[in-house]
């Protein structure tokens, strides 16, 4: 089975089977004729690029952003109480404190939801 595009009134077939392909029918897909019109098609969106705000990029992130500021609070917590092993965490004070990203999780969600708001 053969395939023809606008070369079909030449014959010249655009796919066919593995090894029917020559190199010379190659040649003549790709030759110029002077009678040949060659028009320019609209082909969409190519190459778009979105622009972004530090805003939308923010918002696009924001949960991994919040993960990294509770990660990063929960490590200082434990760097300033000096554990020995990570067990430790489990003992009442240390637990207690790291216990604290909640609070701050419930203020970053509150943060983002007024930013959503404003913008």
């Not at 030759?31 to 918002?59: A, M, P």
């Not at 952003?65 to 430790?88: G, N």
């Not at 965490?89 to 959503?116: C, P």
Request: glycine letters at 2%; one cysteine or more.
């Amino acid at each position: 089975m053969m395939l023809f595009n606008k070369y079909h009134e030449k014959d010249i077939p655009v796919w066919t089977e593995i090894g029917n392909l020559t190199d010379s029918t190659f040649a003549k897909m790709f030759e110029d004729t002077e009678d040949e019109v060659w028009e320019q098609k609209w082909l969409g969106k190519i190459n778009f690029v979105e622009i972004r705000s530090f805003w939308q990029i923010f918002r696009s992130f924001d949960r991994m952003w919040s993960f990294f500021i509770l990660s990063l609070q929960a490590m200082i917590i434990m760097a300033s109480h000096d554990l020995e092993s990570p067990l430790q965490v489990f003992e009442a004070a240390i637990l207690e404190d790291v216990m604290s990203i909640f609070i701050t999780s419930a203020v970053l969600k509150l943060v983002q939801g007024v930013m959503q708001f404003c913008t």
